[in-house]
């Protein structure tokens, strides 16, 4: 298994550079052929999101489709994947980021009654206390 850092999955989604575009389609392959996996860390998961937002400007919907769209392709193991298919239903839903859903989730996995925030955008949804 080879790990992926949130560069090579940027360039997977936005074709933004050719070269390193080619070169991300090149290592896929290669560990498509092998029956390889790429795995997919949630810091990875949260800075991609953060990255096509506010560097490329996509959309909430484009983030969730892509992000729907990483998890469905059995080249990735994406850490706690049933957790961050749970945050992404989240974000999908609300008002918050995807990593504010994913925080919940790991924080319920973990035991947590709630997660405690001043987040106003997260007023009303499971799994958080607003204070």
């Not at 469905?72 to 995807?98: I, P, W």
Request: net charge negative; with cysteine.
């Amino acid at each position: 298994m080879r790990a992926a850092d949130t560069n090579l999955l940027v360039r997977y989604f936005t074709a933004d550079d050719r070269r390193q575009v080619a070169i991300v389609d090149a290592l896929f392959g290669e560990c498509m052929d092998r029956g390889e996996q790429i795995f997919v860390s949630i810091p990875v998961i949260c800075e991609l999101a953060w990255v096509l937002s506010v560097s490329h400007r996509f959309t909430k919907p484009e983030i969730a489709d892509a992000l729907a769209r990483l998890l469905d392709q059995t080249l990735f193991e994406v850490e706690s994947e049933l957790l961050v298919r749970r945050a992404l239903k989240s974000y999908d839903n609300g008002r918050g980021g995807l990593t504010d859903y994913l925080i919940s989730e790991i924080a319920t996995a973990a035991g947590c009654r709630d997660t405690v925030t001043f987040d106003r955008a997260l007023k009303g949804s499971h799994g958080f206390t607003l204070l």
